[in-house]
């Protein structure tokens, strides 16, 4: 009798496979999205020092967690050729060994928050009222982060080995319990006490330890996909260099990212409060605008993987390029919604009519790249999709320092863009990046790496 989990995904149809895994994928990454977002609802009641804090700490903690994601895509492409070519101990094995990546790279993140917090928060240079805030935040995620690093260990195994609904119910059961805990303990509600961004804190990593949990769950009750066993456990080396040559790259492309985000924050400061303000809402736009490409992406990634595994090149590459399409249709529909309602969408955030007038003219500046978006996510996660991670991050890095930071550097000072040059250099990113993943995937070597 086959198990309800024993769906092929190398065969059917591939936009039918594609909508299945892409769904459940988008709705988990919203919902993973939303706790810092949770936290600075909450915590911007106590004062313009709690938000500073948690604002700059929550940067350095999403640093590290790009870091984390890099590298369990090594994970993900292993796990989903393995899953392809139907060996599913081998996908055990690999889950097995990252494990022990998740339980060393904690132990280091857990002496950093440690002995390192404070310095770190100083070296940003904000104020000492700032850092007072932002040290017990800091400390805490940093200390928890087995919580994290194990959820995302379940997370990245069940969805590579093809199961992505289950991902979603656990993000939105710890995700719940997030909104639930967030105000108690932040404001002392009930019998416990008042905490403020201590609470904030300890209700992450509380929230993504419940996460975790019931992700192994999942996992070793054969539950999802791919059964969980430490049965005939031993310590693999070569396995997890494996795991970490893959995802190496990833991890640097990730921090790339958030790093070269962080300097076009600087290069918003020159224009005052309003700019900067204006930016960070398009950011939190653009999370949300990016959440579709995300999730149809990393679906694609999945099923070309598993296709490389089955012995399918050609098919991954038809997921690729379904993918792509797909997603452009449906990026150019969200991007006509914005520019029509950018106003109606800012003013979720903020009734000031100038940053409204600002923030606006920027998501509408933003939504022209959404029309490539979808090229870019598609292919860029079918590359990593097959372990070729070291060609996206060197896309990234040049896409960051040799198109998007020197064009936000002299375009505001060209043509009378000012502070919008800014915005448009990201644009200019978006369109160089779509163009070399194109150019890239529809060479095709990225078919033909081994894992």
Known sequence: MRSRFD??????????????????????????????????????????????GVGVSGMIVMLVNSAMMGLYQGLRAIIARAIGAGNPEEANHVAQQALIISLVYSAVMAAIGIFFARPILLLMGVGPDVVDEGVPYLRINFIGMISMSLRMVTEA?????????????????????????????????????????????????FSQGLGAAIGMWFLFSGRSRLRLTMKNFQLDGKMIWRIIKIGLPASIMGMERTFGNLILIR????????????????????FLANVPAMGMGQAAGVLAG????????????????????????????????????????????????????MAAAFIRIAASGYLLMGLVSSFQQCISGAGDTLVPMAVTLVNMWVVQIP?????????????????????????????????????????????
């Not at 769904?23 to 993973?32: A, C, D, K, R």
């Not at 020159?270 to 950011?283: E, I």
């Not at 375009?411 to 009378?416: R, T, W």
């Not at 779509?434 to 995937?441: G, K, L, P, Q, V």
Request: aromatic share 10%.
């Open 7 to 52: 769906r092929d995904w190398t065969k059917g149809s591939i936009t039918g496979n594609l909508v299945s895994l892409g769904w459940p994928m988008m709705v988990s990454g919203s919902l993973n999205m939303l706790g810092p977002t949770i936290d600075m609802i909450w915590v911007g009641k106590l004062g313009a020092a709690s938000i500073a």
């Open 157 to 205: 195994t069940m969805q590579a080995s093809g199961d992505a609904q289950k991902p979603m119910w656990v993000a939105i059961f710890f995700r719940a319990f997030h909104v639930v805990l967030s105000p108690v303990l932040i404001f002392g509600l009930l019998v416990f006490p008042r905490l403020g961004v201590t609470g904030a804190a300890v209700t992450n990593v």
């Open 267 to 286: 290069f918003m400061a020159p224009f005052g409060t309003l700019g900067v303000a204006g930016h960070t809402l398009n950011q939190r736009v653009e």
């Open 306 to 357: 598993q296709n490389l595994g089955a012995g399918q090149p050609e098919r991954a590459v038809k997921t690729g390029w379904q993918s792509a399409g797909l997603l452009s249709v449906l990026m150019t529909i969200l991007a006509g919604a914005i520019l029509l309602w950018a106003e109606y969408i800012i003013r979720i955030f903020s009734p000031d009519p100038k940053l409204i007038e």
């Open 407 to 451: 064009l936000a550097y002299f375009l505001p000072q060209v043509g009378g863009l000012g502070v919008y040059g800014v915005r448009w250099a990201m644009v200019a990113g978006s369109v160089s990046a779509a163009i070399a993943y194109t150019i890239y995937f529809a060479a095709g070597r990225w078919k033909r790496i081994k894992v």
